[in-house]
């Protein structure tokens, strides 16, 4: 290696000189997003296997379930209930929004308001998700039922 290949291979970049974090490793917020991130993809992942599994497994391999009673999938007969459910859930992350721009502007009574229609719409969710759970326990649905013949 001669004199001048070793001096351009040791020389510097001009930003190496610039001050920087010595402590070296990652940041905590960094590492609580990418921890976050990293946990919910495993809960997703769960729910897939979990969907994947329990299809795999359907009774005669019918896929949705059919109930015989209706001649109808299972899930049809739940949607009523499910659909106004999320468009509230919904509705309540704008009026908490709401609330959050109100505050900011100083308003107290707009930022009350926003607030409590969000609480009222949050109640009623849960409402109806309490009346939900109980129409899936009454057709014998429960957290360790599974795909069964009937």
Do not use: C
């Not at 991130?37 to 009774?59: C, I, Q």
């Not at 209930?81 to 709401?98: E, G, H, K």
């Not at 100083?106 to 409402?127: E, Q, Y």
């Amino acid at each position: 290696m001669t004199a001048d290949s070793h001096a351009l291979t040791t020389e510097h970049s001009p930003v190496a000189s610039l001050p920087h974090d010595a402590r070296g490793g990652i940041g905590n917020p960094v590492l609580g997003m990418l921890l976050f991130l990293t946990s919910e993809v495993m809960f997703f992942a769960g729910l897939f296997a979990a969907y994947f599994a329990t299809r795999a497994n359907a009774p005669g391999g019918v896929w949705p379930p059919i109930n015989p009673e209706t001649n109808e999938p299972y899930f049809l007969q739940f949607l009523p209930f499910v659909l106004p459910a999320t468009i509230l859930l919904i509705l309540s992350s704008f009026t908490a929004q709401f609330a959050v721009w109100a505050i900011r502007r100083g308003d107290r009574t707009g930022f009350l308001r926003n607030l409590s229609v969000t609480v009222l719409l949050g109640i009623a969710f849960l409402v109806m998700q309490a009346f939900d759970y109980a129409l899936l326990y009454s057709e014998g649905i429960t957290l360790d039922a599974g795909p069964k013949e009937k």
